[in-house]
Structures are given as C-alpha cells and as structure tokens.
C-alpha cells in the first residue's frame, strides 16, 4: 500500500485524529492553512473525485455532514468556514486519495489563488 492517507488510516503514519467513525476519518492538517484545518477522508480508498460513482453518494454525504459536524463543535458555525475538494493538477491535489479540506478562523479570500 503506498498511499499516504491509506497509511494514515492504517495508523501506520501519525496523524491527530478529530474524529473517526466505519466509513471515514478526519485529522489535523499537517501544514494548517487556518487556525482549524482538518481532513476528511473515506477510509476506502478513492483517488480522485473522478473515481466516484453513485453508489458513493451516501459517503460523500457524510463526507461533507462530518465537516459540518467538526466546524460546529468547534464553534465555527456561526462565523463560518470552507470546505474543498481539490481535483487533480489544475485544482491543487496533491495526495490522491480523495480528502474534504475544512478550513475555519479566518476571513478566507475569493477567489481562490
Ligand atoms: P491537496 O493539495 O488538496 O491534495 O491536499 C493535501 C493536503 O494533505 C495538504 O494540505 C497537506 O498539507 C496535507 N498533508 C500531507 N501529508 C500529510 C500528513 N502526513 N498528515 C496530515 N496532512 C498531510
Ligand atoms: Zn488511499
């Protein structure tokens, strides 16, 4: 297995996790680009969102439901936050095992660089 999130899950590679339930995982963000920076990611591996299908429907909705959940019980609710998905170059992904970015405590710019 040479996918770096897959080891994350296997908990063959630190991470501090925020949450994890049967379908996903989430954790802090190695490099934080806001005071909260968390990722949300299927605990099955899927490389990009290209590679989703319907039957995946469900899991995205939790995907994003679980970002809500973590911004709200840290308080970010109110004030807000960003949730991406980064898809291949042009969109910035750099690890290819899909993961929802939560970013949160602080005014955030658009559009994005
Ligand atoms: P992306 O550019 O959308 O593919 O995002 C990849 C994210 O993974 C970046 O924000 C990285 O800082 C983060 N990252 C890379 N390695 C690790 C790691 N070992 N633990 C936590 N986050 C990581
Ligand atoms: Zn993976």
Redesign the pocket.
């Known amino acids: 297995m040479s996918c770096?999130?897959c080891k994350?899950v296997a908990g063959e590679?630190?991470?501090?996790r925020v949450h994890e339930d049967e379908q996903l995982c989430a954790?802090?963000?190695?490099?934080?680009?806001a005071p909260l920076?968390v990722?949300i990611i299927p605990k099955r591996h899927i490389s990009t969102l290209n590679d989703l299908y319907q039957s995946d429907d469900a899991l995205v909705g939790q995907l994003v439901r679980r970002a809500a959940l973590i911004a709200k019980e840290r308080g970010y609710d109110g004030a807000g936050y960003r949730t991406?998905?980064?898809c291949n170059s042009d969109?910035?992904?750099?690890?290819?095992h899909i993961?929802l970015?939560l970013l949160a405590g602080r005014r955030l710019g658009w559009p994005p660089g």
Do not use: M
């Open positions: 770096l999130f994350i590679i630190p991470a501090k954790f802090e963000d190695i490099d934080p680009q920076h990722l991406v998905l980064n969109g910035g992904q750099t690890v290819f993961h970015h």
